[in-house]
């Protein structure tokens, strides 16, 4: 059974490469983490999952630090899962979809949240498969348990000053900013996306013995 929970672990990642290659198609905002990402590769002329990579790589590394002896297997195998998405997204971004454009603010809109949409079920299928977990949420609950926070509050000032940085990056370098409207809408309908996928998933999981939870 572990084997088909590493499965669905590597469809989702798939996935998820979808689903942030037509968010940032859509280029009305993204959320932070693929802005900063969007950003920095804008600057230093990297792809986009090598960068994702980089980034990951740091927060790997926060995990190691913060988290000393109780850094274990699983935290490791999160190099595997942001390689593995890195060059997904470099895949499909530039390879299948590099003349993929969208020019009207409708269609734009479609993709964004069709995007996010995907991201969400992407994410609800780790979650609950519990193999491993994406390195920014791995950093965000090294930090709250570090500092003694909430989690998910933890993981909304992280936000925050992603958001920041990237805005910050965008006027120092005049790059495309990244930090848009989009930005807003994913975050009000990811959470609410993700609940609704874990709630239909879950039980089916259960069934197959695919979930712990």
């Excluded at 989690?151 to 965008?170: E, G, M, N, W």
Aim: glycine share 6%.
């Amino acid at each position: 059974m572990k084997f088909k929970r590493v499965l669905l672990c590597l469809v989702s990642i798939f996935l998820f490469s979808f689903g942030v290659s037509f968010t940032l198609k859509a280029a009305i905002g993204v959320g932070s983490w693929d802005a900063i990402t969007q950003t920095v590769s804008d600057i230093s002329r990297y792809q986009i999952g090598t960068v994702g990579i980089a980034l990951n790589a740091i927060c790997i590394l926060i995990q190691f630090v913060l988290l000393g002896k109780d850094f274990k297997f699983k935290h490791a195998m999160q190099v595997v899962l942001i390689v593995s998405l890195g060059y997904a997204i470099n895949f499909v971004y530039y390879d299948l979809l590099p003349d993929f454009t969208i020019t009207s603010y409708p269609a734009k809109l479609f993709f964004l949240i069709l995007g996010t949409a995907i991201n969400a079920l992407a994410v609800s299928i780790v979650m609950l498969v519990d193999v491993v977990t994406f390195a920014l949420e791995g950093a965000s609950l090294a930090i709250a348990k570090s500092l003694k926070m909430d989690f998910p509050l933890t993981r909304q000032i992280i936000d925050a000053v992603i958001i920041v940085i990237t805005v910050i990056l965008s006027l120092l370098f005049s790059t495309p900013l990244t930090v848009r409207e989009g930005t807003v809408i994913g975050m009000l309908i990811f959470s609410p996306l993700m609940g609704f996928f874990m709630k239909i998933l879950k039980p089916i999981f259960r069934k197959h013995d695919l979930t712990d939870q």
